[in-house]
Structure formats: C-alpha cells, structure tokens
C-alpha cells in the first residue's frame, strides 16, 4: 500500500520534516530512521511511502535541524491510523501540532481525563464505500454532546443543520467521520459543529472562515484538523487553595484529614469550582516535634504524612475503652484553634501501633496490600526503614546511624525480610501507607467523579536528612543548600537548608527519579504545582557553612573572569572585593557598648582600623552554632541575637564570591547595601554596577535557557498531569518565553507583578495559559495585607481599584469581593483562591483577626505551620447564603466550566 503523507509548517532555514511511525518504513518509532519528507511550496511537506501489510499503524512528525542531537517532535501523542479494508493507495493529510498552542493543556488529565472524560461513547451511523475520513482533535466538549460536520457537499448535507453528519468519540479525543464522495466530486468546503444528543439537534457552529478538502487520485483521503473553534471562547473554570491540614470537619482529630477533602470537593461542587488546590502531603517526621509541620521538608517524596489518616475509617480497636479515650483525645484536639502538631501525633501514633498488631494477620494476606506492595517496594522498603532507623537511633541525620550510614540495599533487605525479629517494626510503616494509599485513592475516585480537579505540589527541594538522600545520596549536592535571592518578604533572603540537586547525575537515566516521583503522584492529582519553577533554570545555592541566603549565588551560572573585571574597568583587589572588610567604625554601628567584647572575642587586629575574624568564628554556621551554645547556657537572648546579626553582616560584607572550580567570580546579591560597596570611591561603584547588571540579566540568560529546556520537557511529559508553574521573585527574562514554549501555566499574584514599573498587577492582563491568586500560602492574606502599609494600601484603592478618596481602614467585605471580582473576570484559565480570601467577601463567616489566617512566614525558617479553618466543612455546605453568593459569581464571570 501506498501513503502519501501531506503537512503544512513553515520551517526555519537548516530545517527538514520527518514523519516517524511504528512499522518498518517509517523507523518503527526510531527518529533516527525517520522517513524524510519533500518541500513543495509554501509551507508544504509531503512523501509518498511504501507500507508492507499493514492493517494500522501510529506516526508522528519531527523537525531535524543539522544532527540527531537537535530534534524537535510535534505535541501530544502519536496519531493512529486504522486502514481501510481493499486500499491500495491512501492519502493523509495533517496540521502541525504545535507546542504553543494554548488549546494543548486541554489534554491533559485534569481535563481529558477528569473535567472532559467520557463516560458513554455516543454512536454513530456508519457509511458504505467511503472514500474519505474526518478528524478533528479537540477534548473541550459537553458530556451528552458529539462533533458533527456540515458541508457544501450532499454528503455532508449541503449546509443543512437537520442532516450534519454526527462523528464518533470512540477515540476521543480524535473525533471521526467517514463519508462517501460521489463521483466527480473532488473538493468541498465545510465547518464542524457541536451536536446536542439530549436535543437531538445542533446546537453551535464554530466560528470563522470555511474549512476546504481536497480528494484527490487515491483511494482513500485521510485529514485531520486540531481545534474545534468554539464561540464561546476559551474554557475558563474557578477553584479553591486549601491545605489538607487546615481542614476542618467534625469528624477530624485535631487536624485537617484526607476524608475531610470529600466534604471539600462536595462543597466545591456547591459552590460551581472545579480545582482544589493543596500543599505538599508527604510524610515529614523527622523530629517527632512540632518542627516536622513544615510540609516542604519531607523524609520521603513517596510516602504520604500517617496524620491525614481518619482512624475511624481504619477500624475499630478490640478494646472499647480505648477507641472511647482515642475519640474523646480527637475531640478535644479538634476544639483547639490551631493544629497542635505533637499532640495530634501523639494520639495517633499509638492507635496505628495496636491497629497492626490486632490486624497484621489479614492484613499481611490482603491481597490489596499484596499488590500494593510489589508496586511500590522500591521506595516502601527504604522508607520503613528509615523509620525504623531513626527512631531507633533517635535522630533523622543517617550520617549518625553507625553501620547503617551508608544505604546497603541487602542489609535493608535482610532486615525487613518477614522472617527477622524486627519485620514488625518494618511492616507496621507498609501498613500506614497502605491505608493512606487507600483514603487518598478513594478522595481521587471521588474528585473525578464529581467533576473536580485535585491540584498537588511538587517541592523544588528534598529534605537533607531523607529516604531519598541517604539512599541516592549522589544525586544531590549535599554540601550546598537550596534557598532564595531576598525580596520583599525576607530581606535577608531565604534557606530552606535543602541539598541542591545534581542535574548531571540526574541527566544520565533520563531524570528516573523525577518521573517516578510523578507517576506516583498521577496516581491521585490531575494537576500540580511545581514550587519555585525558576530552579529549574537556576538555583539559588547557599553554601553548607553559611546561614543566610544573601550568602548564595546562582546555580548554574557563568562566572565573571578576571579579565572582564578589567574590561568593566574594575581594578581587581582579591582581598578588598573578596573578603570581608571590616574597619572599626562598622564595630561601634553594629555592636554599640559590646563592641570591646565582640573584638576580643570573635576578631584579630589588622593593620591601622582594619580587622579580620577569627578562624573559629569566619563563617556563619560556625558563629551560629557558637552563639547557640551560649544562649543554652543562660546568655542573655537579646545580646546574643546583636552579636549574631552583627557578626552576619561582617561576614556578609563582601562584594565578590570566588569560584575557584571556574576561576572566576560571582558578585554578591544586594552588594550596593554593604559597607564594603558604600566605601569604593565612584569609579569603582560605577564599575560594579555594570558588572552586576550584566551578570543578572544579561550573562545568564540564554544559559539558564539550555538547562531548562533539557530538565523540564523530560519531567513534564512523565505524566498526563497539567502542569503550573510557581514562577515568582526574581524571574529571569527567558522563564516566559520557555513556560509558553512548553504549554506551562504561570502564576499571577497581583501584589507581585511581573511587568516592569508596576506596583500591582492587573488580572485582565494575565495570560491564558496562566492561574491568578490575590494571594498564596507564602503571603498575607487580602485582609492581613491591607493593614500592612497604609500608603500602599491607599494607592492600591486608587489606582487598582479604581476608588476615589480615602481607603477603608480595614478590608471590608465589599472591598474583598471586588478584588474575588478582579480575577475571576481575568483571561487566565484558572482563577484560585485561598479559603480565607473568600470568606473574606462575607462579615459573618470570615475570621475576625486578619492575622490569624495566615498559613506561612518565609522570612522565618523556624514559622509553625499550624493554621486551622475556623469552620467546619459542615458548617460551610450548609451555608447557602455564601455558597449561592459565590455560584453566582464564578457563573456570571463565565467560569462555571460548562460549555
């Protein structure tokens, strides 16, 4: 048989079309032996190809620019062929599917799979002796609804709408429609429409100018079109931000459950939103102290936190009288305002202890477990042993479990073999995460089937003392910390203390970790947030010995080399630039009347007014952990907290990092605010200002580019899940036009605006392919931050809202909903907002302390993550005042999510 395959894309000079398949002559899916297609003209590519016995087949095109290492394959999945029967001669004619096209996120799971998914195939008449067939590709479409053709054709029923030719989903989202040509017609023009099953009629027509088809000599023509254009635009839909912890039900002990979200989707349902976004769920006892709330430092990215669990869902204790003192304990806790972390797990911890032990007979013979088990005994042996371990050595750092430092895959093994003495201790970990697997599983089944997206977050960095570290320590650079530039909301910037990741390494099984961290995660979201995106192109890397993040610098990044400090007209001084600068006035500026002590103690006299640290106290880990020792001994807290700021500040009083593996140089982020640049006489200054620009936003651009775009498309194209992007702080130049090239939606907070010269963004101008929040878990909430500064909060009423005169002096009610209003009227395809910024629109639900609603402090790497909703979810399905309020508001700004 032979395939004429026809495609139209204009290709860049150097470029040539390839079409790859799975038989023989098309490279059996090998883009090295791809078919190469002929340039015609203008934008037309075509071959005609031989194919040997073949009753169907998949395919897909490639651009080739010079080399196998440069090529680039159109989006989505592989297209499919199924040939007709007695063909000797078929053609097919394509549409490039582009990377870019805002319509490709409504493929992905969170819509084709969930808020799309078809439940029943419709049928569809079938035709004799066609002689060519249909395809339109598009998922956006009602649940009782079908595609349908008309045309200017008698088979298509000459533009009449009572005989448009219904076409088939069974393939969805490749829609289908064979027809039957009379003879002698060879072309016809034609539009697709959307066919009501319920109304048995048409009910739309897609907007803009006639599609044309061309049958030519063969005896079967193929084409397929992408896009339904819809004339109610593009799909836009609402949802809500809400930590599992945070939940409130009457059921939950003491902090916010897995079962608790079904009461949430249920709500969300109520409410007309179709996304429920949480923060990170993995397991994060590492301490087994109130420290371990931090849900980004998780001891394993596979294993979910045994606190979510619901213990009544679990089964009940033989004894009564304990299930009596657990309920009683869970209902007290439950009263409590805010999450007391050690207590909620001191409660439950034992209960999961005796459930095993009275359980573990059938449980171990489940063959649910069985089967869970073998899926998941990668990640499951190691984590349970990491349990066990650290509890057992009392302290999560593994460096410190003497023969069990260093991961042995047969001594772990060995000892969760279920012939050991210790399997218990092992199995009793399998048996919490087996019941959380399937509490969250059956919160997934229900999400889907009831039309609503579960969003998860994916960290950017793994905890140092983790499952994943001690067991693939070489991925990781743990001798480097992950952490931000400073910004508005911590000036000193940010540590997270995590290890940094080694991309290398990484690279060379093609990033197996990061694709099955997401398969796992597929296995309950549709969606997910990758925290801080922008460390996909770069890191802000802080090293071990420091504690501050304004100590970081970029990586990766290309270093200033000592020749280019010359050419910026910099007269190199390794000490002076490199080194911390300290004279004696700095001492009486920062330590006042402890200065004398602070020079005998932590100082050498240099020459003249200059001095320099001792050897014991020249970094900022060393000073802290000194300065600790003295504030257990009884020092005085407020001079200790002085002499450590002060101490930093020296430390940090450089202008240049050394890079001694490149030989160069990175300058210090916030320089110009050092004394060290303030003393510089003006051609120095005017030097490093060149210097510093050039490096920020101009060297590293196109660099952070190639790394990203080597990382990302592996990762994301692990799953079907949709893909957002936190891309907030100092977000270099290439970020946007990468996002777009990859189909990622961006975030849009509006009191962080992204265009330059803005104080506040404006939602209207938000991209598609974008979510808007007036707020996140990072930040105040609108109420919270509206009290914050007066004069940014009047400008705001004036400028952003539109208001004339002074600015309320608290965010009342109206204020909150005109701001709700502000984004839910954006172009974004999602608008997400915290609970509280909700309830915020209404007096008598919302909290009456703003300051009490917010959920994190980044500025404080210490901050108790313990924020509660202060009602129950019951409370909140029975409030039909406020649920009606907000339906009517996500209906009228058109995000219902119907079509």
Same mark, same amino acid.
Request: hydrophobic letters at 35%; one cysteine or more.
């Given at each position: 048989?032979?395939?004429?395959?026809?495609i139209?894309?204009?290709t860049?000079w150097?470029?040539?079309?390839y079409?790859?398949?799975?038989c023989?002559a098309l490279?059996r899916?090998?883009?090295?032996?791809?078919?190469?297609?002929?340039y015609?003209?203008?934008g037309n590519?075509?071959v005609?190809v031989?194919?040997?016995?073949t009753k169907?087949f998949?395919y897909f095109?490639?651009?080739?620019?010079?080399s196998?290492?440069?090529?680039f394959?159109?989006f989505?999945k592989d297209?499919e062929?199924e040939?007709?029967?007695n063909?000797d001669a078929?053609l097919?004619?394509?549409a490039?599917?582009?990377?870019?096209?805002e319509?490709?996120?409504?493929?992905?799971?969170?819509?084709?799979?969930?808020?799309?998914k078809r439940?029943n195939?419709?049928?569809a008449?079938s035709?004799?002796?066609?002689?060519?067939?249909?395809?339109?590709?598009?998922?956006?479409?009602?649940q009782?609804?079908s595609?349908?053709?008309?045309?200017s054709?008698a088979?298509l029923?000459n533009w009449?709408?009572?005989k448009?030719?219904?076409m088939?989903g069974t393939?969805?989202?490749c829609?289908q429609?064979?027809?039957?040509l009379?003879?002698?017609?060879q072309?016809?023009e034609y539009?697709?429409?959307?066919?009501d099953?319920?109304k048995k009629e048409?009910v739309?027509?897609e907007y803009g100018?006639?599609?044309?088809?061309?049958?030519?000599?063969?005896?079967?023509?193929i084409k397929?079109d992408?896009n +339904?254009?819809?004339p109610?635009?593009h799909? #836009?839909a609402?949802g =809500?931000?809400?930590?599992v @912890? $945070?939940?409130?039900?009457?059921s939950s002990?003491g902090v916010?459950?897995f079962?608790?979200?079904k009461?949430?989707?249920?709500?969300?349902?109520?409410t007309?939103?179709k996304?429920?976004?949480i923060?990170?769920?993995n397991?994060t006892i590492?301490?087994?102290t109130w420290?371990?709330?931090y849900?980004?430092?998780?001891i394993?990215?596979f294993a979910?936190?045994?606190?979510y669990l619901n213990?009544q869902?679990m089964?009940?204790?033989?004894?009564a009288?304990?299930m009596?003192?657990?309920?009683k304990?869970?209902?007290?806790?439950?009263?409590?305002?805010q999450?007391?972390?050690e207590?909620v797990?001191?409660?439950?911890s034992?209960f999961?202890?005796?459930?095993?032990d009275?359980q573990?007979?059938?449980?171990?013979?489940?063959?649910? +477990?069985?089967d869970?088990?073998?899926?998941? #005994?990668?990640?499951? =042996?190691?984590?349970?042993? @990491? $349990?066990?371990l650290r509890?057992?050595?009392?302290?999560?750092?593994?460096?410190?479990w003497?023969e069990?430092?260093?991961?042995?895959?047969t001594?772990?093994?060995?000892?969760?073999?279920?012939?050991?003495m210790?399997?218990?201790?092992f199995?009793v970990?399998y048996?919490?995460?087996?019941?959380l697997?399937?509490q969250l599983?059956?919160v997934?089944?229900?999400?889907?089937?009831k039309g609503v997206v579960?969003?998860?977050?994916?960290?950017i960095g793994?905890?140092r003392?983790?499952v994943?570290?001690?067991?693939?320590?070489?991925?990781?650079?743990?001798?480097?910390?992950?952490g931000a530039p400073p910004?508005?909301?911590?000036?000193a910037?940010?540590?997270w203390?995590f290890?940094t990741?080694?991309?290398?390494?990484m690279a060379?099984?093609?990033f197996?970790?990061w694709?099955?961290?997401l398969?796992?995660m597929?296995?309950y979201?549709?969606a997910?947030r990758?925290?801080?995106?922008?460390g996909f192109f770069r890191?802000?890397?802080?090293?071990?010995?420091s504690?501050e993040?304004l100590?970081g610098?970029?990586?990766?990044?290309?270093p200033?080399f000592k020749?280019e400090?010359?050419?910026f007209?910099l007269?190199?001084d390794?000490?002076?630039?490199?080194?911390?600068?300290?004279?004696e006035y700095?001492?009486s500026?920062?330590?006042?009347?402890?200065a004398?002590?602070?020079k005998?103690?932590y100082?050498?006299?240099?020459?003249g007014?200059f001095?320099y640290?001792?050897?014991?106290?020249?970094?900022q880990r060393?000073v802290?952990d000194h300065?600790d020792?003295?504030?257990?001994k009884?020092?005085n807290a407020s001079k200790i907290?002085?002499?450590k700021?002060?101490?930093?500040?020296l430390?940090?009083n450089?202008l240049l990092?050394?890079d001694?593996?490149?030989?160069?140089?990175?300058?210090k982020i916030?320089l110009h605010?050092?004394?060290?640049?303030?003393?510089?006489?003006?051609n120095?200054?005017?030097a490093l200002d060149?210097i510093?620009i050039h490096y920020?936003?101009?060297r590293q651009?196109?660099f952070?580019k190639?790394k990203?775009m080597?990382?990302?498309?592996?990762i994301?194209?692990?799953?079907?899940?949709?893909?957002?992007?936190?891309?907030?702080?100092m977000v270099?130049?290439?970020?946007?036009?990468?996002?777009d090239?990859?189909?990622?939606l961006?975030?849009e907070?509006q009191?962080m605006?992204?265009?330059?010269?803005?104080?506040?963004?404006?939602?209207a101008h938000?991209?598609?392919l974008?979510?808007?929040s007036p707020?996140?878990?990072?930040m105040?909430?609108?109420?919270?931050w509206?009290?914050?500064?007066?004069e940014?909060?009047?400008?705001?009423?004036?400028?952003a809202?539109?208001?004339e005169?002074?600015a309320?002096?608290?965010?009342?009610?109206?204020i909150?909903k005109?701001?709700?209003?502000?984004?839910l009227?954006?172009?974004a395809?999602?608008?997400?907002?915290p609970?509280?910024?909700l309830?915020?629109m209404?007096?008598e639900?919302r909290l009456?302390?703003?300051?009490?609603?917010r959920i994190?402090?980044?500025?404080?790497?210490?901050?108790?993550?313990?924020?509660?909703?202060?009602?129950t979810?019951?409370?909140?399905?029975?409030?039909d005042d406020?649920?009606?309020?907000l339906?009517?508001?996500?209906?009228?700004?058109?995000?219902?999510g119907?079509?």
């Amino acid at each position: 048989m032979k395939v004429t395959f026809k495609i139209n894309y204009h290709t860049e000079w150097g470029q040539n079309m390839y079409v790859c398949g799975s038989c023989d002559a098309l490279g059996r899916n090998n883009t090295t032996d791809a078919y190469p297609m002929n340039y015609t003209e203008n934008g037309n590519w075509e071959v005609e190809v031989e194919l040997k016995n073949t009753k169907e087949f998949a395919y897909f095109y490639v651009i080739k620019n010079g080399s196998e290492d440069n090529i680039f394959q159109e989006f989505g999945k592989d297209r499919e062929v199924e040939v007709p029967k007695n063909i000797d001669a078929l053609l097919i004619e394509d549409a490039w599917k582009s990377h870019r096209d805002e319509e490709n996120a409504l493929f992905s799971q969170a819509f084709a799979g969930n808020l799309f998914k078809r439940t029943n195939a419709k049928k569809a008449s079938s035709v004799k002796n066609a002689n060519c067939r249909l395809q339109l590709i598009a998922p956006r479409i009602g649940q009782n609804q079908s595609f349908c053709i008309l045309g200017s054709c008698a088979a298509l029923g000459n533009w009449n709408p009572d005989k448009a030719v219904v076409m088939k989903g069974t393939k969805y989202p490749c829609w289908q429609a064979d027809i039957s040509l009379s003879e002698g017609v060879q072309g016809f023009e034609y539009k697709y429409g959307i066919y009501d099953h319920d109304k048995k009629e048409l009910v739309a027509w897609e907007y803009g100018e006639n599609r044309h088809f061309f049958h030519g000599k063969e005896d079967f023509s193929i084409k397929t079109d992408l896009n +339904f254009r819809n004339p109610d635009g593009h799909w #836009k839909a609402a949802g =809500v931000a809400f930590p599992v @912890f $945070s939940l409130r039900s009457e059921s939950s002990y003491g902090v916010g459950e897995f079962m608790d979200l079904k009461l949430l989707i249920d709500w969300a349902v109520k409410t007309g939103l179709k996304i429920v976004q949480i923060l990170p769920i993995n397991d994060t006892i590492a301490t087994h102290t109130w420290t371990d709330s931090y849900p980004y430092a998780a001891i394993s990215v596979f294993a979910l936190h045994p606190m979510y669990l619901n213990l009544q869902k679990m089964g009940a204790l033989k004894s009564a009288k304990e299930m009596q003192k657990i309920s009683k304990g869970g209902q007290a806790l439950n009263e409590l305002q805010q999450i007391d972390y050690e207590a909620v797990m001191q409660l439950k911890s034992p209960f999961f202890k005796k459930a095993y032990d009275e359980q573990k007979k059938d449980f171990l013979k489940d063959q649910g +477990f069985k089967d869970f088990f073998e899926n998941n #005994k990668s990640w499951l =042996v190691p984590y349970a042993a @990491f $349990s066990r371990l650290r509890d057992l050595y009392k302290t999560p750092d593994f460096t410190q479990w003497g023969e069990f430092s260093d991961y042995n895959k047969t001594k772990i093994e060995a000892l969760a073999d279920p012939k050991s003495m210790d399997f218990d201790d092992f199995a009793v970990h399998y048996f919490i995460q087996y019941h959380l697997h399937l509490q969250l599983q059956e919160v997934a089944d229900y999400a889907r089937e009831k039309g609503v997206v579960l969003k998860g977050d994916i960290p950017i960095g793994i905890y140092r003392n983790s499952v994943d570290a001690w067991t693939n320590p070489k991925l990781y650079n743990m001798d480097k910390q992950a952490g931000a530039p400073p910004d508005a909301y911590a000036v000193a910037g940010q540590n997270w203390g995590f290890p940094t990741y080694n991309w290398e390494e990484m690279a060379k099984d093609g990033f197996t970790w990061w694709r099955q961290r997401l398969s796992a995660m597929a296995t309950y979201f549709d969606a997910y947030r990758i925290d801080h995106i922008l460390g996909f192109f770069r890191i802000w890397e802080i090293p071990r010995d420091s504690v501050e993040g304004l100590m970081g610098q970029f990586n990766p990044a290309i270093p200033m080399f000592k020749y280019e400090l010359d050419a910026f007209g910099l007269y190199f001084d390794h000490d002076r630039y490199c080194r911390p600068y300290i004279r004696e006035y700095m001492l009486s500026e920062l330590f006042g009347d402890d200065a004398a002590e602070v020079k005998d103690s932590y100082l050498h006299k240099g020459e003249g007014d200059f001095y320099y640290l001792k050897d014991e106290f020249d970094t900022q880990r060393k000073v802290e952990d000194h300065l600790d020792n003295e504030l257990k001994k009884g020092e005085n807290a407020s001079k200790i907290h002085k002499i450590k700021h002060g101490l930093f500040t020296l430390l940090g009083n450089v202008l240049l990092f050394e890079d001694a593996k490149n030989h160069g140089y990175h300058p210090k982020i916030g320089l110009h605010s050092t004394y060290s640049f303030r003393e510089l006489d003006e051609n120095a200054k005017h030097a490093l200002d060149k210097i510093y620009i050039h490096y920020y936003y101009e060297r590293q651009e196109g660099f952070w580019k190639e790394k990203a775009m080597v990382k990302l498309p592996a990762i994301i194209n692990a799953t079907d899940m949709l893909v957002c992007g936190e891309d907030l702080g100092m977000v270099p130049a290439c970020v946007p036009g990468v996002m777009d090239e990859l189909g990622l939606l961006n975030l849009e907070i509006q009191r962080m605006p992204k265009r330059s010269g803005s104080e506040f963004g404006n939602p209207a101008h938000s991209d598609y392919l974008s979510v808007v929040s007036p707020s996140c878990h990072d930040m105040s909430t609108i109420r919270g931050w509206w009290e914050e500064d007066r004069e940014q909060t009047q400008r705001f009423y004036n400028t952003a809202l539109r208001h004339e005169g002074d600015a309320p002096q608290f965010c009342e009610p109206w204020i909150c909903k005109e701001m709700i209003q502000q984004h839910l009227d954006a172009r974004a395809m999602w608008a997400i907002f915290p609970i509280q910024d909700l309830v915020a629109m209404d007096a008598e639900m919302r909290l009456e302390d703003p300051n009490a609603e917010r959920i994190n402090v980044p500025a404080n790497p210490k901050h108790y993550w313990r924020y509660r909703f202060h009602l129950t979810m019951e409370e909140m399905l029975q409030a039909d005042d406020f649920s009606n309020m907000l339906h009517g508001l996500v209906e009228l700004s058109g995000r219902d999510g119907e079509d």
